[in-house]
């Protein structure tokens, strides 16, 4: 299957910094790029979904100021974290996928763990 | 109310056995649906897609039955390595929204 990376694998912060997480796809072209958190023993959420060029529709309860995402391109989407607190500490997923989810296969980045101090 | 409920688990089961899972689904236009597993602190991966009766992959065996709306996952001759959450996903054009799964523990 596709590949796609993240960056970092994990970081560490302390409170009040941002975090920039990076997702690229390397050997496709993704149309669209989502979003994804995951709390210890939760299910994978969705936080936002993003489209080359345009503007990241956000989820309900997922603040955009506060999850900045940058799409700038078909192969690389950024996901800031505003000055981060010990509550955002989770496992942030980027997914990648050309065309539509329901006729195409998603491919995931192995995800970022952030740790907030 | 959800789009899909599943059985959290988890399910401990010996190698070598046959296991089942199903996944009930509210909404009856659901066409087709993606089951997925993921292992712990990883991504989740793409296990098998339904988009008629069902799909036989190997040891997997997914079938839909739209008439009970449910979906159902049958894993025969279980691996260690099947230990993982199990998640049924319904395919939809413009995201997927994944639940909490099914937990699978595959004892030696």
């Known amino acids: 299957g596709a590949v796609v990376s993240q960056h970092p694998s994990w970081v560490i912060c302390k409170s009040g910094t941002s975090v920039k997480i990076e997702c690229r796809s390397l050997?496709?072209?993704?149309?669209?790029m989502f979003w994804y958190r995951q709390f210890p023993k939760q299910s994978l959420m969705l936080m936002a979904t993003?489209?080359?060029?345009?503007?990241?529709?956000?989820e309900q309860g997922v603040e955009k100021d506060k999850f900045l995402i940058n799409h700038a391109s078909l192969t690389l989407s950024t996901l800031t974290v505003t000055s981060a607190h010990p509550e955002d500490s989770s496992f942030y997923i980027c997914?990648?996928?050309?065309?539509?989810?329901?006729?195409?296969?998603?491919?995931f980045g192995p995800g970022t763990r952030l740790t907030v101090l | 109310r959800k789009e899909v409920e599943q059985d959290p688990g988890p399910f401990n089961v010996p190698e070598g056995a046959t296991v089942a899972f199903n996944c009930t689904y509210s909404?009856?236009?659901?066409?087709?649906f993606f089951w997925y597993r993921q292992d712990c602190r990883k991504e989740p991966k793409l296990l098998m897609s339904?988009?008629?009766s069902g799909n036989e992959d190997g040891r997997f065996t997914a079938q839909l039955n739209r008439a009970s709306q449910y979906i159902s996952l049958l894993i025969r001759d279980s691996k260690l390595s099947d230990s993982a959450t199990y998640l049924c996903?319904?395919?939809?054009?413009?995201?997927?929204?994944f639940g909490k799964g099914t937990r699978l523990h595959i004892l030696p």
């Open positions: 996903v319904p395919a939809r054009y413009d995201k997927i929204i």
């Open positions: 050997d496709f072209q993704a149309t669209t």
């Open positions: 997914s990648g996928v050309v065309g539509t989810v329901h006729d195409n296969e998603q491919f």
């Open positions: 993003s489209n080359e060029g345009s503007k990241a529709t956000y």
């Open positions: 339904v988009y008629s």
């Open positions: 909404n009856s236009a659901s066409q087709s």
